[in-house]
C-alpha cells in the first residue's frame, strides 16, 4: 500500500500550475489551509538530462511545509525519465507524475504531453521507464484530459491499463483547452472504467472547482477519490478550508499576505532564479475587495525590485 491509499477521502490536491505554484506559493497557501497533496509544476526530464538541467532545478524546491509532494514530469525520451526518476526519488519527492495534459502548442508540436494521446506506443514506453525508476519505491500517476481533438475514452482505458497508482483527469479535450466547463460527468465514466479495470488506481477529478463545498459534491455525485483545484486558489487562497476566510479577509490582512509572499520571493529567489514579473498574478489575488485595490494594483505592478514592492506596501 502507498501513502496516497491513506490520504482521507476525497482528498484535496493544488493542482500544478506553471510558474504559479512553485515552493514559494505552496507554502503560502499551506499557511492559509493546507491541501492533502500538492504537485510542482511541470518539469522537463530531457532538459534536466542536458546542460540546462540548473536553470530548471528552481521548480524542484520545496521545504517540509508542503508535504506530501509529487514531482510533475515531462519529456520525449524515456530514458531521461528513467535517470530523473530516480533522481527525484533521491531528493525526497513522495511520488511522480506524468503530464500527459498540457496543450501547449510548442509542447504539442514536439510530440509531448497531451500529444502523447495520439501516440500510445510512446506513452506506454514512458510510464514503463518512469514504473522501472521509480522502482516501487514511490507511487507513479498520469495527470491528462479526456482526449485530443475529440473526447475519447479509449486513451483513458489505456492508462488504466498500466498499472498507475492515480490518475488525474482534467475533464476537457486538448482542443477545448479551457474554453468549455469541464464535463464531469465524463470523469464520473472514468471512475466507472475504473472499476472495471483498475480497481487500485485512484481517480482524481479537476477542472472549474471553487470551492472544498463544490469539490466535496462533485466527488460524491462521481464516486471520486480526490478532487484536484487550480485556478480557485487565485480566487481564495484559503479555498482547501472548510470555511474559507478570505471574504472577511480586510484590506490590512490582504497587503500583509501579499507581503508575506513577495518576502518569501525575496529570500527564496536570492539569485534571481523567477522574473519578479510572476508575482503580478499574485497582486491580483491579494489586492483585490478592498476601496482603491485598483489602483494599488497598478503601483505595485509596475514594481521592478522587492524592494519596491515591499517599499509600497509598507505604506498601502
Ligand atoms: C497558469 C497555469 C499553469 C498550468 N501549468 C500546468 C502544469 O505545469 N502541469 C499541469 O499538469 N497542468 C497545468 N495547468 C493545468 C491545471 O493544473 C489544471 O488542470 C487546469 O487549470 C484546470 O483546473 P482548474 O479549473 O481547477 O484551474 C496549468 C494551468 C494554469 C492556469
Not at 62 to 70: D, G, M, N, R, V
Not at 87 to 92: I, T
Not at 169 to 196: Q, Y
Not at 200 to 223: C, F, P
Request: aromatic share 8%; proline share 4%.
Amino acid at each position: 500500500m502507498n501513502f496516497l491509499q491513506q490520504l482521507p477521502k476525497p482528498f484535496f490536491v493544488l493542482a500544478p500550475m506553471d510558474d504559479a505554484t512553485d515552493t514559494v506559493f505552496r507554502q503560502v497557501v499551506a499557511d492559509c489551509a493546507p491541501a492533502d497533496l500538492y504537485f510542482t509544476e511541470f518539469v522537463n526530464v530531457d532538459g534536466l538530462q542536458s546542460p540546462g538541467r540548473e536553470k530548471l532545478m528552481k521548480k524542484l524546491q520545496f521545504t517540509a511545509k508542503e508535504k506530501p509532494l509529487i514531482a510533475q514530469i515531462w519529456g520525449k525520451v524515456p530514458e531521461n525519465f528513467r535517470k530523473t526518476v530516480d533522481e527525484l526519488v533521491a531528493m525526497g519527492f513522495a511520488g511522480i507524475d506524468l503530464n500527459m495534459g498540457c496543450p501547449v502548442k510548442e509542447v504539442v508540436k514536439n510530440g509531448c504531453c497531451s500529444a502523447l494521446i495520439n501516440d500510445r506506443d510512446l506513452a506506454a514506453e514512458i510510464i514503463k521507464a518512469t514504473q522501472e525508476g521509480a522502482a516501487g519505491r514511490v507511487p507513479v500517476s498520469v495527470k491528462t484530459r479526456i482526449g485530443f481533438s475529440e473526447v475519447d475514452l479509449s486513451w483513458l482505458e489505456f492508462l488504466l491499463g498500466h498499472n498507475l497508482d492515480m490518475l488525474a483527469i482534467h475533464g476537457r479535450t486538448r482542443k477545448e483547452m479551457s474554453e468549455v466547463p469541464a464535463h464531469w460527468d465524463l470523469i464520473g465514466e472514468v471512475r466507472k472504467l475504473r472499476d472495471k479495470i483498475a480497481p487500485n488506481t485512484l481517480i482524481v477529478g479537476n477542472g472549474d472547482v471553487q470551492s472544498l463545498e463544490q469539490g466535496k459534491q462533485l466527488a460524491e455525485q462521481y464516486s471520486l477519490d480526490g478532487i484536484m483545484i487550480g485556478r480557485g486558489v487565485f480566487q481564495d487562497p484559503f479555498v482547501f478550508a472548510e470555511n474559507s476566510r478570505w471574504e472577511n479577509y480586510t484590506k490590512e490582512q490582504r497587503v500583509g499576505l501579499y507581503k508575506k509572499h513577495v518576502e518569501l520571493f525575496a529570500k527564496t529567489w536570492q539569485n534571481r532564479e523567477r522574473n519578479i514579473k510572476t508575482l503580478n498574478r499574485f497582486c491580483k489575488v491579494y489586492i483585490s475587495g478592498f476601496d482603491g485595490a485598483k489602483e494599488l494594483r497598478e503601483k505595485l505592478m509596475a514594481a521592478n525590485t522587492t524592494e519596491q514592492l515591499l517599499n509600497l506596501l509598507a505604506s498601502a
